[in-house]
């Protein structure tokens, strides 16, 4: 029977690795067992080898079910090239192709086997699988399941009965980045999972550096246009709400200098492939997409991730910012945003036809856990708290604050923070997360010193709080007394009945002489004109952080209405007091000092600091491309050329053929012998035979 020793075995033999990274080597055991399993991991944390190194050992079959179809090529050339036999079966192959493909498994002749989860009833598979021999499924991305994530898939639906018609049940592995404690308990039940073993690790990504960035939208183009040309090395993703914003910010970026590509759903298939497979081979620079692009992306070097628009969750945001920095060196995800984005992330959720397999209870369910999503989101973007510690406890892991506002320790940030049942956490009872988190740091606050939503106590001073790597942690507030304008708009929602938007409520205020106002007499209300001399951006700040706070609530629909909230009355006290935080920072260079709102712009640092090794290094050591010294820099740019070189003629990306990681060990270690190079980061025997030749002779002669 195979145990963990021989699991290390295979890591070393076929990826170059001494050791398991924090949360592998239970979910692998586990596994080898015959035990199913859910892993809750962060992106680059190494889910794969979970299942790809018990396939190596375990008999029979494993099947990936994965919705990455543009990537599949790529996940099984990477195995190949580990020396991992690996096929798989998708919609861009021929009938042909697809034949050879599920005759070598059924031949036994490769380990592994990825389909897509539409493929699953498809008459020919199912006959397929019968005699197969399938002794492991391996589910990645399993928060597509659940209805309550941002990625439900439909499809995933059909995964438990896929696995119930087999003849023999399989151990059933299932994978994800982003799962609430709500999520995880929807994967567990509708994949049929038995009694299984869950790994949630912590959702810290501290080699990320989290920015946020109140812009408005007639700038947001050139700041990022800015950005890539003071990063000219740099790959970057840009992640826009519309296909048309995608186009057109790709189009600005290609007049300027920088190679880039759109990449949405509304492209051929070819475009879109072509698209992708220049980002990964470093033929351009930028790829700027809608959210069709990039879950699962592999390649590693992505130093940025800009948002051009707020996503529509915590769990988007979280997955899409996840793929700068797979490799575990330092790298940016900004966060530009108005208040504009709101308006329209809560018109997209009025027009989703959502999912017809849904009862028309369930559905309206799904559209108000899907507000509730969107409301976090804003809390993110509003907060003047540690960004990195929101979203921690969104996904409902504690931060360790005992050490008087330090980052956490390396040891926290590896451990494995709930191991066992899905439903319970070190040992008790969890609530349901995803809630606000607590202690976020509300943007609007009372008098009491708490924000008024009741979230937590006010945030430390930036000297003693935090992360020290997001942009509200290198910032510091001063407070802004607005009591009067929430007075103000509070009044005004009364005279109006609380019967007209946000967009009439601050027109009133302003004393607008619009024709529409005149012409419905909104000029006769008391409160017409009483805020025309303050700016109106901090009058729709003070409205919208109201709603965020209790004062207000917005209803949905085409035509949201600004009605009270159940704090409404305390507006009117006499000892009401209500302040909002103006950030200040350090500019972007090339930011051109413009402020991105009359409430104040939100500015971090271009880079975090350095990152906490991506695996377990021999060395225990890592080194980034600024600690390269003179001589090793020049090796390092002769080695990734090397890189291109062979990708080029074997017509794979170049980061299958080594990582960043491996060419800076390569640099430090200068192998010139065949034990020598093995003992480089990500160096397994396959890697050895059919490169390490050529790598080394361009180390001999450095």
């Known amino acids: 029977m195979v145990n963990l020793d021989d699991a290390r075995q295979a890591l070393h033999k076929y990826f170059g690795y001494e050791s398991f990274r924090p949360g592998q080597e239970g979910l692998v055991s586990a596994i080898l067992e015959g035990r199913d399993c859910l892993g809750v991991m962060p992106t680059g944390a190494g889910k794969s080898i979970c299942y790809q190194i018990p396939a190596t050992l375990l008999p029979g079959l494993t099947v990936v079910i994965s919705p990455l179809v543009s990537l599949m090529k790529d996940q099984v050339d990477a195995l190949e090239d580990a020396g991992i036999h690996a096929d798989f079966i998708n919609s861009t192959q021929t009938p042909e192709e697809q034949s050879l493909a599920l005759a070598q498994a059924a031949q036994g002749r490769c380990h592994m086997l990825y389909v897509a989860p539409e493929r699953l009833d498809a008459p020919r598979f199912v006959d397929f699988a019968s005699r197969a021999g399938i002794g492991l499924v391996a589910v990645d991305e399993a928060h597509c399941v659940s209805q309550w994530g941002q990625d439900f898939r439909p499809a995933y639906l059909g995964i438990g009965d896929f696995i119930k018609g087999l003849p023999d049940r399989p151990v059933v592995a299932a994978f994800t980045a982003?799962?609430?404690?709500?999520?995880?308990?929807d994967i567990v039940a509708m994949l049929g999972l038995k009694t299984p073993y869950v790994a949630v690790t912590g959702f810290d990504r501290p080699n990320l550096f989290f920015d946020v960035r109140k812009l408005q939208t007639k700038y947001k183009n050139g700041w990022i246009t800015r950005y890539a040309h003071e990063h000219p090395g740099d790959s970057g993703i840009v992640y826009c709400a519309t296909r048309k914003e995608t186009e057109a910010l790709a189009d600005d970026l290609n007049r300027s200098g920088i190679g880039a590509a759109a990449y949405h759903a509304g492209l051929s298939a070819d475009d879109r492939e072509r698209a992708q497979?220049?980002?990964?081979?470093?033929?351009?620079?930028?790829?700027?997409?809608?959210?069709a692009f990039g879950m699962g992306i592999d390649k590693s070097n992505v130093r940025y991730v800009i948002h051009h628009n707020m996503p529509e969750s915590i769990e988007a945001y979280y997955q899409e910012a996840g793929r700068a920095g797979r490799d575990g060196e330092p790298a940016r995800c900004t966060l530009l945003w108005n208040e504009g984005d709101i308006v329209t992330r809560r018109r997209l959720l009025d027009m989703d036809s959502g999912n017809d397999r849904l009862t028309g209870e369930q559905a309206e369910a799904v559209r108000a856990e899907h507000r509730r999503l969107l409301n976090v989101m804003i809390g993110y973007c509003r907060t003047t708290g540690c960004l990195h510690e929101y979203m921690l406890r969104y996904f409902g892991q504690e931060v360790d604050r005992a050490a008087a506002g330090l980052a956490p320790t390396e040891a926290d940030r590896g451990a494995v923070v709930c191991v066992g049942h899905p439903d319970m956490e070190n040992g008790e009872e969890e609530e349901d997360q995803g809630e606000a988190p607590a202690q976020a740091g509300s943007q609007g606050r009372s008098r009491s010193g708490r924000s008024a939503a009741g979230c937590g106590p006010e945030e430390p001073t930036a000297e003693g709080r935090g992360c020290g790597n997001c942009s509200n942690c290198m910032s510091t507030f001063e407070t802004l007394d607005v009591s009067d304008v929430a007075r103000a708009v509070s009044r005004c929602v009364h005279d109006v009945n609380q019967a007209f938007g946000s967009g009439k409520i601050v027109q009133i205020l302003k004393g607008s002489r619009s024709q529409d106002l005149l012409r419905r007499g909104l000029d006769g209300c008391p409160s017409y004109g009483s805020l025309a001399q303050v700016p109106e951006g901090r009058i729709r700040d003070v409205l919208n952080q109201m709603a965020s706070d209790g004062y207000l609530t917005i209803t949905e629909g085409r035509l949201p209405m600004v009605h009270f909230g159940p704090l409404a009355g305390r507006t009117v006290t006499p000892d009401f007091h209500y302040e909002i935080k103006r950030v200040q920072g350090t500019v972007l260079s090339g930011e051109g000092g413009r402020?991105?709102?009359?409430?104040?712009?939100?500015?971090?640092?271009t880079t975090g600091p350095a990152s906490q090794a991506e695996g377990r290094d021999r060395a225990g050591e890592t080194m980034s491309v600024e600690d390269l010294t003179g001589d090793q820099a020049v090796l390092f740019q002769e080695l990734k050329?090397?890189?291109?070189?062979i990708a080029r003629e074997i017509g794979k990306p170049p980061y299958i053929v080594f990582s960043d990681k491996s060419l800076r060990d390569m640099c430090r270690l200068k192998p010139t012998d065949d034990a020598a190079f093995l003992e480089v980061n990500g160096v397994g025997e396959h890697k050895l035979e059919v490169y390490g030749p050529r790598f080394m002779e361009v180390i001999r002669k450095s």
């Open 641 to 645: 050329d090397l890189r291109t070189r």
């Open 595 to 605: 402020p991105a709102d009359d409430a104040g712009a939100v500015y971090g640092r």
């Open 178 to 185: 982003t799962a609430t404690q709500k999520v995880r308990r």
């Open 277 to 291: 497979r220049d980002f990964v081979n470093d033929e351009i620079q930028v790829v700027v997409a809608t959210n």
